[in-house]
T-cell receptor, first 115, second 115 residues
Framework: KAGVTQTPRYLIKTRGQQVTLSCSPI?????VSWYQQTPGQGLQFLFE???????NKGNFPGRFSGRQFSNSRSEMNVSTLELGDSALYLC??????????????FGPGTRLTVL | AQTVTQSQPEMSVQEAETVTLSCTYD???????LFWYKQPPSRQMILVIR??????QNATENRFSVNFQKAAKSFSLKISDSQLGDAAMYFC????????????FGTGTRLTVIP
């Protein structure tokens, strides 16, 4: 079974631009969560989507948004990029939401550099 | 919000020896899940071991085991017979009892295995 895939793997943008990152979960998984990983702040939860609905949201500004499609693929968008948005963005998929012992499977991440 | 603390930014261990990574957390909940994730250099994060707070027995997965002290809010990871492939960043993570797929991560411990 194929794992979680993220595209693109690397991205360079300039301040003020916007960017869209994509995540394809493991087949059959309906929950996709997004995390931002930076050396200073560590791993922080952005949001979770399940059945095309945002279920949970972390403490990030409105410039960060996402969506999920009927095939469970998810995209996240960052508008008006700032230097501090440079990070590794990880997505994680799981079968369902609301199941405490559920395992999340992580993708390889998209490394975004904002110049 | 829950906080997870990993007080050891870096650790090293001789191949075949045993090492323990520390993690403490803060929560007012009685039931929750704790996880240890491994992130090898430039590779995907994978789940090492999980522990439900409701279960008193410490979880074990082959060479990996935990020492879960609920009253002390401590969750350490012991790696026995360390192998070169164990070299990675290790993250301790917390998930609350709602089962929402948002993990609270510690800042990580970088483990070096010395041949």
């Amino acid at each position: 079974k194929a794992g979680v895939t993220q595209t693109p793997r690397y991205l360079i943008k300039t301040r003020g631009q916007q960017v869209t990152l994509s995540c394809s979960p493991i087949s059959g998984h309906r929950s996709v969560s997004w995390y931002q990983q930076t050396p200073g702040q560590g791993l922080q939860f952005l949001f979770e989507y399940f059945s095309e609905t945002q279920r949970n949201k972390g403490n990030f500004p409105g410039r960060f948004s996402g969506r999920q499609f009927s095939n469970s693929r998810s995209e996240m968008n960052v508008s008006t990029l700032e230097l501090g948005d440079s990070a590794l963005y990880l997505c994680a998929s799981s079968l369902a939401t609301g199941v405490p012992g559920n395992e999340q499977f992580f993708g390889p991440g998209t490394r975004l550099t904002v110049l | 919000a829950q906080t997870v603390t990993q007080s050891q930014p870096e650790m090293s261990v001789q191949e075949a020896e045993t090492v323990t990574l520390s993690c403490t957390y803060d929560t007012s909940e009685s039931d929750y899940y704790l996880f240890w994730y491994k992130q090898p250099p430039s590779r995907q994060m994978i789940l090492v071991i999980r522990q439900e707070a409701y279960k008193q027995q410490n979880a074990t997965e082959n060479r990996f085991s935990v020492n879960f002290q609920k009253a002390a809010k401590s969750f350490s990871l012991k790696i026995s017979d360390s192998q070169l492939g164990d070299a990675a960043m290790y993250f301790c993570a917390y998930r609350d009892q709602t089962g929402a797929n948002n993990l609270f991560f510690g800042t990580g411990t970088r483990l070096t295995v010395i041949p």
